[in-house]
Each structure stands twice: as structure tokens, then as C-alpha cells.
């Protein structure tokens, strides 16, 4: 994969820290820091990471996916580029990397795009993840025209039959396509944007195909290839996604034939000091394991960010990662700090 491309990339981001954005970074860390060697939350600092839904709505039916399988309890919709804007204007000061994404695929919401070219004139660097079932012509060009900085094409399988088995109703000829198009008005539009990457999710249909993934993402021009493992949620008595080569699993056999997550439960959690995640209608939550929407710390149509982010509930919410995170439904499965496996 391409050096240079990686490098471009981590100039890209760098540059949008400003002095503001870099004393905020620095209180963000050392509150945090501070805070593990107390033993109870200070935080001094405002998000400078978050991720927002664009959208709820999906075209494919993952099966360890809310939204693939339609099981939401909580409101689904689509987010309004109004509040964006609005939400963008609060924010803008310290955060400089906004992921677009929850739930659901970022391209259906129609003003997708058009948000993303808001965030860029604020200097923050924006990322997307995909399906690329939306990558047509016109979607590509429109893509590097907005500024997008980072796209993720997810992309689980070399073959029709392998790809289908976890990306059901997906065409793998159409994300190929959208990689090529991504690629092609890249080029044309003389852009290094958007750093483009195959995310790989690493199940048991799929497994034998890794090295057939590096060569696809060459012949066509994607810059990374990221293997990720993935989370499933009935894993405890064995589950045919899980890979059977253990370095790709998140979940480790026992003697007795059942699993568990491998990595240790510790009674902290970085993302409640760095970042958040927004739902498409301005719920306030505390990450990305939070699917369904059941820990909501505050509501932005009726409170600004600063005053949700300093709230009493998000504070407590804090006091109890650190009085017991296996306490903490989300946490029971959650797989923070689990490394993801990429080779270049």
C-alpha cells in the first residue's frame, strides 16, 4: 500500500491543530491521565473526537448489525443539516476529527455531502465509513468535491457467495466499482482526498480471503488495507462468525468450550475524555457500543454540547466506569483497546 498516501494523510490531520485545539488536546490527556491515577473523574477538556449519525437507514441486513437486522428500539431517521450546522458552530473550536457515522449508511441521507463540505470549512478532518453501494459516478465526484478527508469502504469478502455471507443483499461488484470510481475522480480532480481504505471484517466465511483483499485494493488504487476483527453479540457459547485463526478473534476459547472477550475489563475508558457520539436526532452518548441508544446523557435540542459535556449525569456516568465497568451493560462486551490487524 501506498507510504506517501499514509503520510499525506497524517499531515492532513496534524494541520488542523491549531493553538486552541491543542491546548484543549492537552487538557483532554492530562485530566484523563490525572483522573486514572486518582481513581475518579476530573475532566478539564471538550471532546475533540466525535462521531454523528447521518442516518439510521441501511440498504444491506448484516447480522450483527442494529440497523442491517431493523431491531431499534429508539427513533430512526435521518440527520437534518440545520442542526448540523447549528451543532457544527458550537463545536467547531476545539474539535478537529469528526467521524460520520453510527448506524445506518452515511450516503442515504441526502445532504450527506453538503454537511461534509460544512464541517471542511470549519478545518476539521472528516471520515466516513460505507458500503460504497452509493459510489456511483456522480456520488464520487461529488465525494472529492466536498473535502471529504478519510472514506472506509467496507469490503468482506473477495467473491459473491463470501461477501453475501456476512453483507446480505450487497453486490460486491458494486463496492469494486465505487472503489474504482472513488480512485478515478480522485485523479481526475487532482485531489489527495479522500485517503481511501478497504476495511476487512475479519469473520470465519471470510478468513482465507485476506491476502485476495491486498491484492483487489492494489490493482485498483485503494492507499490501506485494515483488517478489523469483529464484535459479536451472542459469542459466549461459540458463534460461526467467530475465525477460527485466534489473532483475529476477539474472543478467546476456554477449556469448557465456551468463549470470552479477551481483553481485561479495566475500570477506565479514554473515550469518555476524547470523544462522544451523537445520534442522527441529538442524543448525547458515550460511545459507539451504545447502539440502541439506553445511556443518552443529554439532549442538543434541548441543551447545548458544553452544557451536556459538564452535566451531572455525564459526570456520574464517569464515577461509575470507575467503580466497575462489568457493572455497565455496553461495557460487558465492549472490545476497547482490542488492537485491529493491518499490514501494508
Given at each position: 500500500?501506498?507510504?506517501?498516501?499514509?503520510?499525506?494523510?497524517?499531515?492532513?490531520?496534524?494541520?488542523?491543530?491549531?493553538?486552541?485545539?491543542?491546548?484543549?488536546?492537552?487538557?483532554?490527556?492530562?485530566?484523563?491521565?490525572?483522573?486514572?491515577?486518582?481513581?475518579?473523574?476530573?475532566?478539564?477538556?471538550?471532546?475533540?473526537?466525535?462521531?454523528?449519525?447521518?442516518?439510521?437507514?441501511?440498504?444491506?441486513?448484516?447480522?450483527?448489525?442494529?440497523?442491517?437486522?431493523?431491531?431499534?428500539?429508539?427513533?430512526?431517521?435521518?440527520?437534518?443539516?440545520?442542526?448540523?450546522?447549528?451543532?457544527?458552530?458550537?463545536?467547531?473550536?476545539?474539535?478537529?476529527?469528526?467521524?460520520?457515522?453510527?448506524?445506518?449508511?452515511?450516503?442515504?441521507?441526502?445532504?450527506?455531502?453538503?454537511?461534509?463540505?460544512?464541517?471542511?470549512?470549519?478545518?476539521?478532518?472528516?471520515?466516513?465509513?460505507?458500503?460504497?453501494?452509493?459510489?456511483?459516478?456522480?456520488?464520487?465526484?461529488?465525494?472529492?468535491?466536498?473535502?471529504?478527508?478519510?472514506?472506509?469502504?467496507?469490503?468482506?469478502?473477495?467473491?459473491?457467495?463470501?461477501?453475501?455471507?456476512?453483507?446480505?443483499?450487497?453486490?460486491?461488484?458494486?463496492?469494486?466499482?465505487?472503489?474504482?470510481?472513488?480512485?478515478?475522480?480522485?485523479?481526475?480532480?487532482?485531489?489527495?482526498?479522500?485517503?481511501?481504505?478497504?476495511?476487512?471484517?475479519?469473520?470465519?466465511?471470510?478468513?482465507h480471503q485476506i491476502p485476495d483483499i491486498y491484492?483487489?485494493?492494489?490493482?485498483?488504487?485503494?492507499?490501506?488495507?485494515?483488517?478489523?476483527?469483529?464484535?459479536?453479540?451472542?459469542?459466549?457459547?461459540?458463534?460461526?462468525?467467530?475465525?477460527?485463526?485466534?489473532?483475529?478473534?476477539?474472543?478467546?476459547?476456554?477449556?469448557?468450550?465456551?468463549?470470552?472477550?479477551?481483553?481485561?475489563?479495566?475500570?477506565?475508558?479514554?473515550?469518555?475524555?476524547?470523544?462522544?457520539?451523537?445520534?442522527?436526532?441529538?442524543?448525547?452518548?458515550?460511545?459507539?457500543?451504545?447502539?440502541?441508544?439506553?445511556?443518552?446523557?443529554?439532549?442538543?435540542?434541548?441543551?447545548?454540547?458544553?452544557?451536556?459535556?459538564?452535566?451531572?449525569?455525564?459526570?456520574?456516568?464517569?464515577?461509575?466506569l470507575f467503580r466497575g465497568r462489568d457493572q455497565?451493560?455496553?461495557?460487558?462486551?465492549?472490545?476497547?483497546?482490542?488492537?485491529?490487524?493491518?499490514?501494508?
Amino acid at each position: 500500500m501506498s507510504k506517501l498516501a499514509k503520510l499525506q494523510d497524517a499531515w492532513n490531520l496534524g494541520r488542523r491543530i491549531g493553538p486552541k485545539r491543542f491546548w484543549n488536546l492537552v487538557k483532554v490527556y492530562s485530566s484523563y491521565y490525572y483522573s486514572r491515577l486518582l481513581g475518579r473523574p476530573k475532566q478539564w477538556g471538550l471532546p475533540f473526537s466525535i462521531a454523528i449519525e447521518p442516518t439510521t437507514a441501511c440498504n444491506l441486513r448484516c447480522p450483527e448489525c442494529p440497523s442491517g437486522l431493523r431491531n431499534f428500539s429508539r427513533p430512526t431517521g435521518n440527520l437534518k443539516a440545520d442542526f448540523f450546522r447549528s451543532l457544527m458552530d458550537q463545536m467547531g473550536g476545539q474539535l478537529f476529527y469528526l467521524t460520520f457515522y453510527f448506524q445506518g449508511e452515511p450516503y442515504i441521507n441526502p445532504n450527506f455531502l453538503e454537511m461534509v463540505a460544512y464541517a471542511k470549512q470549519k478545518g476539521i478532518y472528516t471520515a466516513t465509513s460505507t458500503n460504497a453501494h452509493f459510489l456511483n459516478e456522480a456520488n464520487a465526484k461529488k465525494t472529492v468535491e466536498s473535502g471529504l478527508d478519510r472514506l472506509i469502504i467496507s469490503i468482506d469478502g473477495s467473491d459473491q457467495e463470501t461477501y453475501s455471507a456476512y453483507r446480505k443483499s450487497g453486490k460486491l461488484e458494486n463496492v469494486l466499482q465505487g472503489a474504482r470510481n472513488m480512485v478515478k475522480w480522485r485523479k481526475k480532480l487532482k485531489s489527495k482526498t479522500p485517503y481511501l481504505i478497504f476495511q476487512f471484517l475479519v469473520v470465519r466465511p471470510n478468513e482465507h480471503q485476506i491476502p485476495d483483499i491486498y491484492r483487489l485494493a492494489e490493482e485498483i488504487g485503494v492507499d490501506e488495507v485494515k483488517l478489523k476483527t469483529a464484535q459479536i453479540y451472542d459469542y459466549k457459547q461459540g458463534n460461526p462468525l467467530i475465525p477460527t485463526q485466534n489473532k483475529y478473534a476477539r474472543y478467546a476459547k476456554q477449556a469448557d468450550g465456551s468463549y470470552i472477550i479477551k481483553n481485561e475489563l479495566l475500570n477506565h475508558c479514554w473515550k469518555l475524555w476524547h470523544s462522544c457520539v451523537i445520534s442522527w436526532d441529538g442524543r448525547v452518548l458515550p460511545c459507539c457500543f451504545d447502539k440502541d441508544a439506553q445511556h443518552e446523557l443529554g439532549q442538543l435540542q434541548s441543551a447545548s454540547f458544553e452544557e451536556i459535556w459538564w452535566s451531572e449525569a455525564y459526570q456520574e456516568f464517569r464515577e461509575l466506569l470507575f467503580r466497575g465497568r462489568d457493572q455497565i451493560d455496553i461495557c460487558q462486551n465492549c472490545t476497547e483497546g482490542c488492537k485491529v490487524w493491518a499490514e501494508d
